[in-house]
């Protein structure tokens, strides 16, 4: 296997990475590419100004950008879903953006629907510049072909709702309207998010406040459903470091109204753990590397890949400690650069649901 | 398995001592097998390049959407179908000219290309990258990086000073494309942001309605079951294909006799091996799996003799393609594996149906003979009924045929049952003339000399009737070939009939040329002509802007004409059409027709039919002045030039110097003529040469018979020697019947050949190119075929009775000596 | 099999081979039906040389074949050491003529494209039993050795119907049939066949029965029946 296949990177980057596999670029080191040098694209340093709505659009001169919503739903039965809705924008190479179909800039895009039996999951790419794929800021718009996020007039720039979203494949399909009513979070230093110690990190802001109410269907039998959704936005030009081999993620909605995101970037020497503790009035409390404590208790084996899909996660210093089982074990993104992304339920100091994600394995 | 090998050990050692048996087996199989292969890989390698040209990215195969104009569009509409749920990929095409050669250029769009359209033998993903990425790629088939002379990586320019891609050489394209990414094409071509069509993958998503996203201005056109060039050229390969069946029938015919006559000498083994304990089954088995080893053996030898002949055959053929229908063949051989599977089993299936009535009767064998002496005259006398009343049951479907079949194939079926009839019939037509000799004889000799034929007919007949059919076939498609030849030769004098055909590059280049030439004293007269072209009932038409000139009046063919016909046409109110317009659409002088015209329809009345040899558009043909008021885009660029013919050598010198035109805008009547003349040339090659095999096989199959039939003659000639004929004149004798026999053959030959150039003509060429040639009969070539036959038969027969001649007394007396 | 043939050689016993019983057969070709045998009753012993005589057209060949298998009877039953053939079907009847009966015809039947070695291991090695010592014994007592590698059609009568008796004993059968097998030979060559004819049936031991018109070369065998209107007398 290549290197773009076994090392994949996290949720975002796999976005990038995909559309580098499809390349398969000759020249790409680390996987796919990932951390090859960001000459002459712009570079993710702190202290940006978040200005809205142009940042909820695309930022063509950064290397990589996604817009990825996942949700948490539940049908009157009492029956749980998970839903994914992904767009990647990857710049072929930087300077200025070319017209029409020179334009360099390439999409992709994965959608997923999930529940306890089943995990249905769809891809699709575009070129950029002729409008088969792209990002709007205002009236807020994100598309590839007939898949989209679509704001309106009434969509809040602050909070980036009430916006609805919608993706159709051969053996699944839904339709879901988003509202919230806090604005997005910046992660990390005031959206300054750190991948390593060497200095990679990406812009990255996170709307976990949505509550998602609309219809998803598995096959041609629908459902109504309802729940809470989760928006993340994070572009860079060199999100990985060169050791690093991929990453295991957590955005969790907490029963009570808190919102918690962690990741743990896997890397040769030791792990690089981060996270964002929300509080119910969405005041942001960055976790620091020392406080996180995340252990693998559950593995299940997807051909060749094996995945911790069961995990233990103690933050002493907020008193939390949590047990997640994932709704669907086997919630594999078959996609052309493949990973682990699905629902989670958690118990133990707290209860609720979220989302885990699983790359590079 | 021991006993089985035993068994198949035994009846080979017949072979063994009959090698001319085998030979004859071997040969009838070979070719068979090589002739029917050989048809069906030249078949196979134009198919193969129809499929390429057609599978381009998506060509016709794949539904697509077009503008109702036929012009390119913006590729804004591309991105609203696809967020309408449209599976579509934009495709941008146009012309280019490198150095000359004009080549289609066309731009694709690789990642939204549906998986079924075909990328798959064009791009591989590793070169998704180095296609997309600047410099980009230009994806060229090996046989146009050929013609243009160039090798991978250039990057030639166009006519237009664009520099294309550097070039990447891609096997399974067509010929004559040139794929580049859209964007680049876009560029290339100067159709910024416009794209000529797009490609409906087939994914089942919702999608909204074309109407409600496009409007009117796209629409839908769903995929041929066949590209143009396989209608156009179907029949040419059934053509090609009927050859090959011919051949392989005429080499089966060679194949059931020798299984025939072995079988028939087997008997008493057979019997014997019955009789010392080998079960029916068994004997049967193995007399099976002896016939499909030879047949193996054979199909593998046939198999590499076809790909010999087809190999052979091909430039003509690619030639005869290009010339007749533009359609790309490369000239070089590349067959796929199920072809030599095929071949095999063709093989196979061949020698069992050929050898079928010998393993019925195998396998009904008893083992008690009864000699019956006179029995196998009885089942002769019936076989030859039975024959008889087959080969009328033929005529009758021959005449039901042509009474209700309209197609092409029932044309071939026509000719089919009329020469398998005739071929039946043969034995019998033989039998009753040489009993009228047998009658008419005086003398014992001569008496017996007739009689003696009759008995060898039933040895014969299989090759005598392969001969008739070779030498019927021959006649019929040598006399349609020299009446195609002399009705073509006498039409392009007439078609051709100005010194000059210049074409100029714009109207602005056209004008000058004319003023150029009208000041010169040596030409007499310059003629203005142009070409639009329409649809009519579905099909492109040309129509054909022709000057009021002597020229035209006086030698333009006409089949059919009114009165003042020429008169007529001036108005602009009248036309002639064209011989296979006027078939396909029905119409015949006196009628009217709507010519599509962009000032709205031009309502025409037709005046005259024409002959238009080799073209596959229908045609009209109006005044000139006429066309350009209906027309008013027509380039008036062409023109024809008369001259004193001593003159055109200069005058197209100076005309190339003064305007810069080169080969292809000036010609002169000769080249034109001579060129004309080589595409049908080779059309007729390729049939020639089938033909000349088929009559090949035919004498070998009578070679053979002969050789056969020597050795249990010698019963029957033994007693003559005794009675003091010397062995030579016994020679003389035999040489003399098998002439006369061979001679009655072909004699009843040419009328069946006439009969077969008559459908041909009449039935085949009409249904197959939409013209009829008139019906002309050649008492010259007849003459030649029929000293041909005659020289194959002396040929066949000089080993047999050479060998008669020389044969030792011994081998005479011993006929008396051994107990039969 | 070659145990009883053992047992009935060294102990002298006379073992029947062969067994006919009330054998019918009628041929209903074309015209009237012909009634040919009517109850033949008919025993042949292992080492028994008998002769089978009979006007032309009672019925001689037609028992021969019968008891070949070559054709089947309309009623009655033939025993081959004990066994019914009657209700054998094709591949078990050529099994039986194949390893347990040598036939000779009055023409020689031979296979023309094979040399006179193979025409006589033809049936051995169609059985299964091609044995070199006994085929080098059968080629010297029958004078073929100068002519082993010929084709049937280079030898005169007398020498082909030995081929074809040395074929038919080459796989040492348990009965010998022979049809008139010295009909086309000449009078000094019929005598110096049948003699040799004798002294290898009584090599083999087998049962040994012979159609012949020749009162003399009848009289030359152990036993000598006759058929007459359709019975054996
Ligand atoms: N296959 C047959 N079909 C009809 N009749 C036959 C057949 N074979 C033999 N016969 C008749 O049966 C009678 C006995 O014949 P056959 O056994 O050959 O006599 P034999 O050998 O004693 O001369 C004869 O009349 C003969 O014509
Ligand atoms: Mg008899």
């Known amino acids: ?361 | 398995m021991r006993r089985v090998l035993w068994i198949l050990a035994v009846l080979l050692s017949h072979w063994r001592r009959h090698p001319m048996q085998l030979a004859t087996l071997l040969i009838g199989l070979i070719s068979a097998t090589a002739l029917w292969s050989g048809v069906q890989a030249l078949n196979q390698q134009a198919r193969q390049s129809y499929d390429r040209a057609a599978a381009i990215f998506g060509g016709a195969r794949t539904p697509m959407l077009v503008a109702r104009d036929g012009k390119a569009f913006p590729q804004a509409l591309f991105a609203e179908l696809r967020r309408a749920g449209w599976p579509v990929s934009p495709v941008v095409e146009g012309r280019v000219q490198i150095d000359g050669h004009s080549a289609r250029l066309l731009g694709i769009e690789p990642i939204s290309l549906p998986v079924e359209v075909g990328n798959a033998p064009t791009l591989g993903r590793t070169d998704l990258e180095a296609f997309l990425t600047a410099p980009g790629q230009t994806l060229v088939a090996p046989e146009t990086l050929a013609d243009l002379e160039l090798k991978q990586g250039d990057t030639p320019r166009l006519s237009n000073d664009a520099t294309l891609p550097p070039l990447k050489l891609q096997p399974q394209l067509a010929p004559g494309v040139l794929v580049v990414d859209i964007g680049a094409a876009q560029q290339l071509l100067g159709k910024s942001d416009q794209i000529s069509r797009l490609l409906v993958g087939n994914s089942h998503g919702p999608r909204k309605p074309l109407q409600q996203v496009a409007g009117d201005r796209l629409m839908q056109v769903e995929p041929d079951a066949e590209t143009d060039l396989e209608r156009l050229t179907d029949s040419f390969h059934l053509n090609l294909t009927a050859f090959g069946l011919l051949s392989f029938v005429v080499g089966l015919f060679i194949v059931n006799s020798a299984v025939g006559l072995a079988f028939e000498q087997r008997l008493p083994m057979l019997r014997t091996l019955r009789a010392c304990g080998v079960s029916a089954r068994q004997l049967n088995t193995v007399l099976v799996a002896e016939l499909v080893v030879l047949a193996l053996a054979a199909g593998l030898a046939g198999l590499v003799c076809g790909y010999v002949i087809a190999a052979a055959l091909l430039p003509n053929v690619a030639a005869s393609l290009r010339g007749l229908y533009g359609a790309q063949v490369p000239g070089e051989l590349s067959l796929q594996p199920e072809w030599w599977l095929a071949g095999l089993v063709i093989s196979i299936i061949g020698a069992l149906a050929a050898a079928a009535t010998s393993l019925i009767k195998a396998l009904r064998l008893p083992i008690l003979s009864s000699a019956q002496a006179y029995a196998w005259q009885d089942a002769q006398r019936r076989w030859l009924k039975l024959q008889s009343a087959l080969a009328l049951a033929f005529f009758a479907v021959a005449a039901l045929l042509l009474w209700l079949g309209q197609s092409l194939l029932a044309g071939f079926g026509v000719l089919a049952a009329l020469m398998l009839g005739a071929a039946l019939l043969l034995p019998s037509i033989l039998e009753f003339a040489l009993r009228l000799g047998e009658r008419g004889a005086r003398q014992a000799l001569v008496q017996w000399f007739w009689a003696d034929g009759r008995q060898q007919i039933s040895g014969l007949s299989l090759a005598l009737m392969a001969l008739l059919l070779a030498l019927a076939v021959n006649v019929g498609v040598s006399t349609m070939v020299e009446t195609f030849n002399r009705t073509f030769l006498v039409w392009l004098d007439g078609r051709l009939a100005a010194d000059i055909y210049v074409s100029a590059a714009d109207e602005a280049q056209a004008r000058a040329i004319q003023s150029w030439l009208r000041a010169r004293p040596e030409v007499e007269a310059v003629l203005p002509g142009g070409r639009a072209e329409t649809q009519l009932a579905g099909a492109p038409v040309d129509v054909l802007g022709l000057p009021d000139h002597a020229t035209y009046r006086d030698h333009w063919p006409l089949l059919q004409s009114a009165p003042d016909a020429w008169k007529r046409l001036v108005p602009g109110d009248a036309g002639f059409i064209s011989e296979q317009l006027s078939r396909r659409l029905n119409l015949s002088v006196g009628d009217y027709i709507d010519i599509p015209a962009p000032g709205g329809d031009w309502d025409v009345e037709i005046v005259g039919i024409y002959a238009d040899y080799g073209n596959p558009k229908g045609q009209i043909a109006v005044n000139v002045a006429a066309l350009t008021r209906r027309f008013p885009a027509t380039p008036l660029t062409r023109m024809a030039v008369r001259t004193d013919p001593a003159n055109v050598p200069t005058l197209i010198a100076a005309l190339s110097n003064q305007f810069g035109l080169d080969g292809r805008n000036v010609v002169d009547q000769a080249s034109i003529k001579r060129e004309s003349k080589q595409i049908f040339n080779r059309t007729f090659a390729v049939t020639g040469a089938l033909n000349a095999f088929t009559l090949g096989v035919a004498g070998v199959a009578l070679l053979t018979s002969l050789l056969t039939l020597a050795n249990a003659r010698l019963p029957q000639l033994a007693p003559l020697w005794a009675i003091g004929l010397t062995r030579r004149r016994l020679a003389l004798i035999e040489l003399l019947k098998t002439l006369s026999v061979a001679a009655i053959t072909a004699l009843l030959a040419l009328p069946l050949g006439l009969v077969v150039a008559w459908c041909l003509i009449a039935i085949v060429n009409v249904k197959a190119f939409g013209w009829r040639l008139p019906f002309d009969v050649f008492p010259l070539h007849l003459i030649r075929l029929l000293i041909v036959a005659l020289l194959a038969a002396v040929a066949a027969s000089l080993l047999p009775v050479l060998r008669l001649a020389r044969m030792q007394p011994a081998d005479l007396v011993r006929v008396f000596t051994i107990e039969r | 099999m070659h145990v009883s043939l053992a047992i009935c050689r060294d102990a002298k016993w006379q073992l029947v081979v062969l067994s006919v019983r009330n054998l019918f057969k009628t041929y209903r070709s074309a015209g009237e039906p012909i009634s040919v045998l009517r109850g033949v009753d008919l025993d042949v012993a292992s080492g028994e040389r008998v002769a089978l005589t009979g006007e032309s057209g009672s019925g001689k060949s037609t028992l021969l074949h019968l008891i070949a298998g070559l054709d089947a009877a309309d009623s009655g039953d033939i025993k081959l050491e004990g066994a019914s053939i009657g209700a054998l079907d094709d591949a078990e009847r050529a099994a039986l003529r194949r390893e347990r009966l040598g036939l000779v015809f009055q023409q020689f039947n031979l296979v023309p494209s094979l040399s006179v070695s193979d025409n006589l291991s033809f049936q051995a090695r169609l059985a299964g039993r091609h044995d070199p010592a006994w085929h080098a014994e059968l080629v010297e007592r029958l004078g073929l050795a100068a002519v082993l590698q010929r084709y049937p059609e280079q030898l005169s009568g007398g020498q082909q119907q030995r081929v074809a008796i040395g074929r038919a004993l080459a796989v040492k059968p348990l009965l010998l049939l022979a049809d008139e097998p010295t009909g086309n030979l000449d009078e000094t060559t019929a005598d110096e066949v049948m003699t040799l004819t004798g002294d290898l049936v009584r090599r083999t031991g087998c049962g040994f029965l012979m159609v012949t018109h020749s009162m003399r070369l009848s009289a030359m065998l152990d036993r000598q029946v006759t058929l007459h209107a359709g019975r054996v007398a």
Do not use: C
């Open chain 1, 1 to 361: 296997m290549s290197a773009s296949r076994t090392i994949i990177t996290r949720r975002a980057f796999a976005g990038g990475a995909a559309l580098l596999g499809l390349m398969r670029s000759a020249r790409a080191q680390g996987f796919a590419g990932l951390s090859e040098d960001a000459d002459g694209f712009a570079q993710v340093l702190p202290g940006k100004d978040f200005v809205f709505p142009a940042d909820h659009g695309p930022h063509p001169d950064f290397r990589i950008e996604w817009w990825y919503v996942t949700a948490n739903l539940t049908d009157v039965a009492g029956n749980a879903y998970g839903l994914q809705w992904t767009l990647f924008r990857q710049a072929a190479r930087p300077g200025p953006q070319g017209e029409g179909f020179a334009n360099q800039q390439l999409w992709m895009a994965h959608a997923a629907a999930t529940r306890a039996d089943s995990h249905r999951t769809a891809e699709k790419f575009a070129r950029g510049g002729v409008g088969q794929a792209g990002v709007v800021d205002k009236p807020f718009q994100a598309w590839i072909d007939d898949w989209q996020m679509a704001g309106s007039d009434r969509t809040d720039d602050a909070s980036l709702a009430p916006i609805e979203i919608a993706a159709s494949a051969s053996n699944f399909a839904y339709a879901l309207s988003l509202e919230a009513d806090r604005p997005v979070v910046l992660q990390g230093d005031h959206g300054y998010s750190r991948k390593s110690e060497h200095g990679q990190a990406s812009y990255y802001y996170s709307q976990p406040f949505y509550r998602a109410r609309g219809h998803l269907s598995f096959d041609d039998h629908s459902v109504e459903v309802s729940g809470s959704a989760w928006l993340d936005r994070e572009w860079s030009s060199q999100p990985l470091a060169s050791d690093q081999s991929g990453w295991d993620w957590f955005a969790l909605h907490f029963a009570s109204g808190e919102k918690l995101m962690l990741y743990r970037m896997r890397q040769r020497s030791g792990n690089y753990t981060s996270g964002t503790w929300i509080g119910a009035d969405g005041r942001a409390r960055p976790l620091g590397p020392d406080g996180i404590v995340m252990t693998p208790t559950q593995t299940v084996e997807i051909g060749s890949h094996k995945l911790p899909v069961s995990w233990r996660v103690d933050i002493p210093a907020l008193s939390i400690g949590l047990a997640t089982t994932p709704l669907n074990p086997r919630s594999w993104m078959a996609t052309s650069v493949p990973y682990w992304e699905g629902p989670i339920s958690f118990t133990g100091s707290h209860q609720g649901v979220g989302y885990l994600e699983l790359t590079g394995y």
